[in-house]
């Protein structure tokens, strides 16, 4: 049996640098361990981890895309506890120089809106009022 978890996600990043001062001026912290090739910031039950793409593609086996800009058909969530942190994070990330995809906008109680980092990782920031979290801010329910 596979464990049902997801542990760490590595994004392969054309300029890590970038995304190392994006992520960080979030607030987010690395894990610490001071790596220059690569950076891992730990959030509420799963580790980030950006890595330079080539090496991403050779650590795989397989050949880096030639095209990395766009939609990749994947987004990330960072659900929240109250509707006016949505607002609150994507001042942040606008400020930060993310790409505001979709402004803060409701449906119902529900209140989203969308962000690209500098290599146009798509992220949702969202409140659900029926989401719940453990101590750590990790989701138990949507």
């Not at 609150?88 to 906008?105: H, R």
């Not at 009022?129 to 329910?141: C, N, Q, V, W, Y």
Request: with cysteine; net charge negative; proline share 6%.
């Amino acid at each position: 049996m596979v464990p049902q978890r997801i542990s760490l996600i590595t994004l392969g990043c054309k300029n890590l640098p970038v995304l190392r001062d994006f992520y960080t001026y979030l607030g987010w912290k690395e894990t610490g361990h001071g790596y220059q090739n690569y950076a891992v910031f730990k959030t509420a039950g799963v580790m980030l981890s950006l890595y330079p793409l080539q090496s991403l593609a050779d650590d795989t086996g397989l050949e880096a895309p030639k095209n990395t800009s766009g939609f990749k058909g994947v987004s990330f969530s960072i659900n929240v506890d109250t509707p006016e942190q949505v607002d609150d994070i994507i001042n942040v990330v606008a400020e930060a120089g993310g790409n505001i995809l979709k402004d803060p906008s409701n449906e119902g109680d529900f209140r989203s809106a969308c962000f690209a980092d500098p290599e146009y990782n798509v992220w949702e920031v969202a409140y659900n009022p029926g989401s719940t979290f453990d101590e750590r801010g990790a989701m138990l329910t949507i």
